[in-house]
């Protein structure tokens, strides 16, 4: 063995270790040890080992990262792969760089050695690095030992800061000769362009030939003088790009005429495109003219072409364009402020002195706006100082890298703001301006989430700004429903209070608000809010679909509601407006409410153990639930797509990096947060914005309806419209009515409003008193053409309820004209129903009076017994028609829909639904009640039945000596046609089911028909 080498010796004495320590075998002549030492040597020297494959390893690592996530060891697969990274990272003993083969060497033995790590239970410790000894050895004063030092004529004084700054800024700002970049140092000082430009007297002490040799050397070439000097810069090849391509051209193109160029360098390029950035317009390679920014064509660097060049800063300039619009939109507005303008920067201000200032809409999103640029000016100081330290080299090209995520931001916000604000005309309301500036934000943000994950950074920028631009509406929300006052002094809010209309007028609940909407072309249109509380959308015309403040559409209802009853509220003597007072002191505004909600849902919420672990088990759960449903549609649909898993997962991984803050206790969205992801914004608003409505929306309609009920007796008052006019208090109105039938009968005069007042007094008074000084009744002039027929006559009454306010919100003069109506018609029933009841069988002597009488005519057509009994039974038809409809309308109409109105009334949560169920009620007694324009000729034909009763009834008193027998064929005729008529109408609606209460009717009618 002598002639091995120190390797190859080695290399046994490390076999044999290993043999012993896998074997456990310990004598080295033992007959097996030394077969596998024979076999050990033979695999050393005669088999072939391949280069461990990095690929390969990756997959191996990525598949047990997959593994464990199938698994649901959501914290064992995050240890896996940070630690796996954290180590391909990290430099190896006597190993340059990272992720080199040794590392995917050990990483691939550990691998082989491995047993199943799905099974393994793995906790992760912690590990704490070992802070390096610091080396306190004094060096200078070890090497300097023996040496003489001459420290000046002062040696006891020390070195000043100052003078050890300076001496390094001298050592660092020596000329360094970079030949593997034309980038040529420029240290010049950011300062003011025309203060540079500018030629400066200087006086020189005698005795410091130095000094302004120094500053020549060291200040910026005057690049943007005409013939300014050319800077030196490197020889290389790759410095000179701009010389060799010139010759080539003047070579190549005998008609190439090379142009006055100047030559600037990268540097001075870079601190020219921040300053652009920054909002400067006086720059030498940017120009502004016009509110456009251009690149100047003449501005060239020795290392890029002219063309190469021009194209990057025409990029740059499309941005800065942005950046000086955004700019001067943030000027115009901030101009507006009461705080003294510095010299200078009036001219816009002074432009725009006698106009209004801009509202609060406007105001908030230039907030937002300034604070981002604040950030992004940060972000652009930043590079500057990086760029004058000279530590490492800056590049064009790396400083628009890093600036690429704010250039993507500021293309979104420059899209929006010409969309939201640039686009609208000028003499267009606040109104539209506002509502459409908080669309455009809103739709930018549904369209960019709809993306995922690849515009997160955008959603989190929008969502930020949207928070910050909505605040004046919530706040205009907030006043209206928590004070119940709308303040919006610019007008800008999408409801607008009608000054002319009180709140103690009748017509405060209807006109006292208008509701403006804003159509696609940027017109507005205005509506009168309707009771219903509507928006306006839902009456555009079909050619344009009105849209307004699309965050406020599915609460707009709630907030009017909310608005107009809180309002009402505060002009009402009540305790609940006193408490609703007291209680509203200590709330939260609607703005802070919803930030909190945003936080707590979108922030990383902390809480016990057992909660952390309780959470941690249902989101394991939701994603073993959601990886199996993904499997079973991969396996229906027979594809593989990674980007669909990934998305389904992220939804139901808990976003825990948002955060907002505001100093002083209020709070901020963090625009640097990627937690605004797909699907977020509406539900956020759903669950955040909406219940803070829904809430103070029912505490105030609430509120309301209790002041109204208990304070205000409305109850009462619609029970007393049941009563008088739907003649429920039956033997109060009984005896008002009778009154009436009895004078009618006597012949004489009832229509005189002093007769029929004082009925109606005396019979309310005597059960009613509370209710005698409101009611009233008065005559009206009708069509003398109806005066034909005996039962129109009472079309001349009109009784009337004064409804005191509030109430009369509720029972307006319109119920009351319905009302009328139905009560018109029950008295005309009624009449006809007390003419037949009236009637009495006094026909002996009449009867033997005709009998002689006919009988010295000799011309007896029908014996007097006979006639008799046709009118007995044409009033006992009659008399069923007539009670069929009284029982019909008091019963199945009025009692039972009654019932239903009152029940629906208890249930009622705000005024404005109570409005709708009143007005619903009326509307159902008149429909039923027949006196629908479209079942207009049914109505006709009872007229004409309760007609012929009171004529058959007028008949019948005067006696038979009064009426021919051809006057009883004719009324029997005309009944058998109206009777016939109406049974087949109400036959054919009942068997249509169109009108199912009818078919009580229809039913008695014609059992009433076939009889006859």
């Known amino acids: 063995m002598a002639h091995w080498t120190s390797f190859e010796r080695e290399t046994e004495k490390e076999t044999k270790r290993l043999i012993k320590c896998i074997s456990g075998i310990e004598d080295e002549e033992n007959q097996n040890f030394q077969l596998a030492l024979k076999f050990v040597w033979s695999n050393f020297k005669f088999h072939r080992f391949l280069d461990v494959d990095s690929h390969k390893v990756q997959r191996s690592i990525s598949g047990i990262y997959e593994k ?68 306190n050895f004094d060096w200078a004063k070890y090497l300097m030992e023996g040496e003489d030092i001459d420290a000046g004529p002062y040696p006891d004084t020390p070195v000043s800061k100052s003078s050890q700054a300076h001496s390094s800024r001298l050592d660092d700002q020596q000329p360094i000769s970079r030949e593997d970049s034309g980038i040529q140092l420029d240290r010049t000082p950011q300062e003011d362009q025309d203060n540079a430009s500018k030629t400066v007297p200087v006086a020189w002490t005698v005795g410091e030939p130095d000094a302004r040799a120094w500053l020549e050397h060291h200040v910026v070439t005057p690049y943007w003088a005409a013939h300014a000097l050319r800077f030196p810069h490197s020889l290389h090849l790759h410095s000179n790009l ?74 740059i300039a499309m941005y800065g364009q942005a950046v000086s619009r955004l700019q001067k939109f943030i000027d115009e507005v901030t101009g507006y402020s009461s705080e003294p303008c510095p010299p200078g920067s009036g001219s816009s201000h002074s432009s725009r002195k006698g106009s209004e200032p801009p509202f609060r809409t406007y105001q908030a999103f230039v907030w937002a706006l300034n604070k981002y640029f604040t950030s992004f000016k940060e972000e652009l100081t930043t590079i500057e100082r990086e760029l004058i330290s000279n530590d490492e080299t800056v590049t064009l090209s790396a400083v628009l890298e890093r600036l690429s995520p704010h250039l993507a931001q500021i293309k979104v916000l420059h899209k929006v703001f010409c969309t939201g604000v640039a686009e609208v005309p000028p003499a267009t309301p606040n109104v539209v301006r506002a509502s459409h500036l908080l669309n455009t934000l809103y739709k930018a943000i549904i369209e960019y989430d709809s993306v995922g994950e690849a515009s997160e950074q955008t959603v989190a920028l929008l969502f930020s700004l949207w928070t910050e631009t909505v605040r004046p509406y919530l706040e205009i929300v907030d006043e209206w429903i928590v004070h119940g006052h709308l303040f919006d002094p610019a007008k800008e809010f999408i409801i607008q209070r009608n000054k002319d209309v009180p709140v103690n007028h009748r017509d405060f609940w209807y006109t ?42 599915p609460v707009l209802k709630q907030i009017i509601m909310a608005g107009k009853s809180m309002q009402l509220l505060k002009n009402l003597d009540c305790k609940e407006t006193e408490q609703a007072e007291k209680s509203s002191r200590g709330l939260k505004s609607l703005y ?128 007393a419209m049941r009563n008088y006019f739907l003649l429920e208090a039956g033997d109060t109105m ?47 002039n009708i069509d003398p053409s109806r005066k034909k027929h005996p039962v129109n006559n009472l079309e001349a009454l009109i009784l009337t309820y004064k409804v005191p306010w509030p109430v009369d919100i509720v029972i307006s003069s319109e119920c009351q004209k319905i009302y009328n109506q139905v009560f018109l018609l029950l008295l005309q029933i009624k009449w006809a129903k007390y003419s037949l009841d009236a009637l009495r069988f006094n026909f002996t002597g009449a009867a033997r009076k005709l009998e002689g009488s006919i009988a010295e005519e000799g011309k007896v057509k029908e014996p007097v017994n006979q006639q008799i009994h046709r009118m007995c039974l044409l009033r006992v038809k009659l008399m069923h028609f007539v009670n069929s409809l009284h029982n019909y309308i008091m019963t199945r109409i009025l009692h039972s829909t009654g019932l239903e109105f009152q029940h629906q009334v ?56 009064a009426w021919k027998i051809e006057s009883i064929d004719k009324m029997e005729s005309d009944f058998k046609n109206c009777h016939m008529f109406l049974v087949t109408i109400l036959n054919k609606a009942v068997c249509r089911g169109s009108f199912p209460h009818l078919e009580s009717l229809a039913l008695s009618l014609m059992a009433g028909f076939e009889q006859c």
């Open 68 to 135: 464990l996530m199938v698994h649901s060891d959501l914290s064992k697969a995050g240890s896996w792969m940070r630690l796996t990274e954290e180590f391909l990272n990290s430099p190896l003993p006597n190993t340059h760089g990272t992720k080199t083969d040794p590392h995917y060497s050990i990483l691939s033995l550990l691998l082989f050695l491995s047993d199943s790590p799905s099974n393994t239970n793995f906790t992760e410790r912690p590990r704490v690095k070992e802070a390096e000894a610091e080396d």
């Open 242 to 315: 701009l010389n060799v391509w010139d010759q080539h051209l003047y070579n190549t193109d005998p008609l190439y005429l090379p142009e006055e160029k100047a030559f600037v360098t990268e540097t001075q390029v870079i601190r020219e495109t921040l300053w652009l950035f920054s909002g400067v317009k006086k720059n030498f390679i940017f120009q502004h003219h016009d509110g456009k920014v251009s690149v100047r064509n003449n501005v060239v660097v020795t290392h890029l072409t002219s063309n190469c060049l021009y194209s990057v800063l025409e990029h």
């Open 512 to 553: 006292t608000y208008t509701l403006y909407s804003v159509s696609e072309m940027v017109e507005e249109e205005k509506m009168n809010d309707a009771a219903s509380g509507s928006s306006g959308g839902e009456q555009s015309s079909n050619n344009r679909q009105l849209t307004m403040v699309s965050f406020l559409k």
């Open 592 to 719: 802070t409410l919803f930030l909190e909600s945003v936080q707590s849902r979108l922030c990383s919420r902390e809480g016990t153990p057992t909660d952390a672990v309780t959470e941690q088990q249902a989101t394991t759960r939701s994603l073993i639930k959601m990886h199996s449903i993904m499997a079973q549609h991969l396996e229906i649909q027979d594809i593989h797509d990674p980007l669909l898993a990934i998305n389904f997962a992220r939804l139901y991984l808990e976003q825990s990096d948002f955060h907002e803050r505001f100093s002083g206790g209020d709070f901020i969205v963090d625009r640097s947060s990627q937690s605004v992801t797909c699907q977020t914004f509406e539900l956020t608003l759903r669950s955040c914005l909406y219940p803070h409505i829904e809430r103070r929306y029912i505490e105030c309609c609430g509120n309301l309806m209790m002041t109204l009920k208990k304070d205000y007796k409305l109850l009462e008052y619609l029970q």
């Open 734 to 780: 009984y005896d008002f009515y009778t009154a009436i039938f009895d004078k009618v009968q006597e012949k004489e005069s009832w229509q005189q409003p002093s007769f029929l007042n004082v009925q109606l007094q005396e019979a309310v008074g005597q059960r009613y008193p509370e209710d005698s000084s409101r009611l009233s009744v008065f005559l009206e």
């Open 906 to 961: 208890q249930e009622a949560k705000d005024l404005d639904q109570l409005i709708k169920i009143h007005y619903r009620y009326l509307a159902t007694i008149h429909d039923r009640c027949l006196l629908r324009e479209k079942v207009s000729f049914v109505k006709e034909a009872i007229i004409k039945v309760l007609n012929l009763v009171l004529i058959f009834s007028d008949r019948w008193q005067a006696g038979f000596g």
